[in-house]
């Protein structure tokens, strides 16, 4: 039955606008239903989009897109960034020759595990990894709301040179906007003296990072990678994936 539905989806939504993203530790023949995707903004070098599990899915064990409220910006179809505000979890990748990820995460959410992350002052800790040509591959969001959004930014750039805001400056603003949300959340939280459930995130047993938070900001090995991939699948499961790897 369950491949019954999965058939049937992608067979509906053939039809649909495809937009490829990436996020690290997305590996093919996971069984995962690809998502569905609002554009909330569009113009000739950028994307946004906010993803949702398809009609007839259950979130989780189908379909954990729908489980927190994840936007995806597609930068000149070279960078990839997720912001999840109720998990405080951020990260970017971006693709040259390789594809080059930094994940960014409330430092309460943080395992021992992950090192090669660093601490900041700001209540959130980074990790940079870097992921060769044939350890990418690509997710698909079907466009099911917003189309216009789209058209409309493929028109503009057919109709003349794209202004110079360029890829970078829109890179930019999707990361600072990723950090704010990391400060914003993390300080009403410090502030209230709420937890982790109270202030909007599965509530974990989560450790802090301790003597890995003097570890380079950017590393290629695999405790690096765990801690990169290890928020990705925060941000699509909830805290408690963090502990299930």
């Given at each position: 039955m369950r491949s019954f539905t999965i058939a049937s989806l992608a067979t509906a939504a053939s039809a649909a606008?495809?937009?490829?993203?990436?996020?690290?530790?997305?590996?093919?023949?996971?069984?995962?239903?690809?998502?569905?995707?609002?554009?909330?903004?569009?113009?000739?070098?950028?994307?946004?989009?906010?993803?949702a599990c398809p009609t007839g899915t259950s979130d989780n064990s189908e379909c954990p897109w729908g489980e927190l409220d994840m936007t995806v910006?597609?930068?000149?179809?070279?960078?990839?960034?997720?912001?999840?505000?109720l998990a405080q979890v951020g990260f970017d990748c971006t693709s040259k020759k390789d594809m080059t990820c930094t994940a960014m995460i409330a430092a309460e959410f943080t395992d021992a595990g992950m090192t090669g992350f660093t601490q900041g002052g700001d209540g959130t800790v980074t990790g940079t990894t870097v992921y060769s040509s044939g350890?990418?591959?690509?997710?698909?969001?079907?466009?099911?709301a917003g189309q216009e959004k789209l058209s409309a930014a493929a028109g503009a750039g057919e109709s003349?040179?794209?202004?110079?805001?360029?890829?970078?400056?829109a890179t930019a603003k999707e990361t600072s906007a990723v950090e704010s949300t990391l400060k914003t959340t993390g300080s009403a939280a410090a502030a209230t003296g709420a937890t982790p459930s109270e202030s909007g995130a599965s509530?974990?047993?989560?450790?802090?990072?301790g003597a890995s938070s003097a570890?380079?900001?950017e590393a290629t090995g695999a405790a690096a990678r765990f801690g990169v991939e290890g928020v990705a699948l925060l941000a699509l499961a909830g805290a408690a994936a963090m502990h299930a790897l």
């Open positions: 606008t495809q937009i490829p993203f990436f996020i690290p530790g997305m590996a093919p023949g996971n069984d995962i239903v690809q998502p569905v995707a609002s554009i909330v903004k569009a113009d000739p070098s950028t994307t946004i989009m906010a993803l910006s597609v930068i000149a179809k070279t960078e990839y960034a997720v912001s999840v505000p350890e990418v591959f690509f997710q698909t969001a079907s466009v099911t003349g040179p794209a202004k110079t805001t360029g890829a970078e400056s509530p974990t047993a989560a450790k802090p990072i570890a380079p900001a």
